[in-house]
């Protein structure tokens, strides 16, 4: 039996705010997440600002602080996003669920690092006439400065850990790295779940932050980040033939899964349904996606056909449209390949990418994409790519320019949204939403 699976609710924690209504009122405005790096001095960095979530604690949302103090931010987004979203689905109260029947599966990277006493312990070790780590003097100041606590909960792991404790989730539970892709990989399998019959209700999604030296470092030597210095608020520029690199942003987004049966018999209502799944690998380079997007068209066909539905089905891409020089294009090409297989892009739904307001909120960037793609259904509106300038003319499709577009004020409606996530070495994923 091919079960329907539904989003029966929904949250999240971004650099635009922490709350569905706010946030998604930001996207349709144009605004801007981006600020100067506060997380740690920059000053010597090539890029120097990021997009950070601001006056958050997730005290203000869980039933139980005692269970989460020392969280890393990982853990504290993920905490505030679910919280939203078991409210939202009407689960606060609810006595029915059997916490065997309730599982987790998520995409989540790492939380805050303890990188200034790692760092000390490294420097205390060295030794510089051998040029070596000495391990007993590294082991000796490790000993007095990293904390046993603040290592654990560091790791990509302990999200999923806290929601079990916080929501009594009992079920499966899976916790997926596939880096830009990790959260659209992890609500693509939890629908699989739901679908084998594994669990009643799962809880899915990711959280992430990569805003400290070792993350910022990495990405600047890979020439991922915008050095746009001297304008912050506008580097991230997602298809503009003046994109220089995407934003470093943070966050967690969450969202309920089960089936429409279940959701049914409990009287929830649904916001909209997963309908399709669709995941590749490129198989080509560790860093580099095929050139001609061969992966990312393959994880696009693959969703059309799970959802039963045709490329003139969509009404609307949600890109992974991270501002890079290679990806914007590569992605533009597997868009093509799909969706104007004659050469006639007018043929290819409207196009946006949420990342050139709220940053790139690497393993929690999915999500909150599919967030932004139900509300998007629930509204009948789209939100704008922001800071697009200059056109490219190997980016040549409709990508909602800096303003929303009111496809219900136009008469139309948005039934069916894809969503792309496309993640270093090779990893696609692509899941469609449909009105219920």
């Not at 993920?78 to 599982?103: T, V």
């Not at 399998?189 to 739901?194: I, K, S, Y």
């Not at 992974?320 to 090409?333: F, R, V």
């Not at 999500?367 to 190997?394: F, H, M, Q, W």
Request: proline share 5%; aromatic share 6%.
């Amino acid at each position: 039996m091919n079960q329907r699976i539904v989003i029966t609710g929904m949250g999240w924690v971004t650099p635009l705010g922490h709350d569905l209504e706010t946030v998604w009122a930001a996207l349709l405005s144009g605004a801007s997440g981006v600020e100067t790096t506060r997380h740690f001095d920059a000053t010597t960095f090539p890029t120097r600002f990021s997009a950070p979530v601001k006056d958050y604690d997730h005290n203000d949302y869980v039933k139980h602080p005692e269970l989460h103090v020392g969280v890393g931010l990982n853990t504290s987004f993920a905490l505030g996003a679910a919280a939203q979203a078991w409210a939202q689905a009407g689960l606060n109260g609810y006595d029915g669920l059997d916490p065997a029947r309730l599982g987790i599966y998520l995409g989540s990277g790492e939380g805050s690092l303890d990188f200034e006493n790692y760092v000390a312990s490294n420097l205390a070790g060295w030794d510089a006439e051998s040029r070596r780590v000495d391990g007993a003097k590294w082991a000796a100041q490790a000993k007095q400065s990293l904390q046993a606590l603040v290592e654990i909960e560091q790791e990509p792991n302990m999200p999923l850990t806290h929601l079990a404790l916080e929501f009594g989730a009992e079920g499966p539970a899976y916790n997926c790295l596939t880096a830009c892709a990790a959260s659209t990989q992890a609500i693509g399998e939890a629908t699989e779940v739901l679908r084998r019959g594994d669990a009643d209700v799962m809880i899915t999604g990711g959280a992430h932050t990569m805003i400290h030296p070792l993350g910022v470092t990495g990405f600047n030597r890979l020439t991922a980040l915008s050095n746009r210095n001297d304008d912050p608020l506008t580097a991230s520029r997602p298809f503009s033939a003046d994109r220089d690199g995407f934003v470093m942003g943070e966050g967690s987004g969450i969202i309920i899964l089960e089936t429409l049966e279940h959701a049914t018999k409990r009287g929830a209502a649904p916001l909209a349904e997963v309908a399709g799944y669709g995941s590749t690998a490129d198989a080509y380079r560790i860093t580099d996606i095929h050139p001609d997007g061969r992966g990312g068209a393959g994880a696009m066909r693959q969703a059309l056909d799970a959802a039963g539905l045709k490329p003139t089905d969509v009404d609307y891409i949600s890109a992974h449209g991270t501002g890079t020089k290679e990806n914007d294009s590569i992605e533009t090409k597997a868009i093509k390949a799909v969706f104007c297989p004659d050469g006639d892009t007018a043929a290819a739904p409207p196009v946006s990418s949420i990342k050139s307001m709220m940053g790139h909120l690497i393993a929690a960037a999915g999500v909150c994409e599919a967030i932004v793609c139900a509300l998007a259904i629930r509204d009948n509106k789209l939100p704008p790519t922001s800071n697009y300038g200059t056109p490219d003319p190997v980016c040549d499709l409709d990508y909602i320019p800096n303003e929303a577009r009111d496809v219900g004020a136009a008469g139309g409606s948005v039934e069916v949204c894809l969503s792309n996530s496309f993640g270093f070495g090779g990893q696609n994923d692509t899941i469609i939403l449909r009105r219920v």
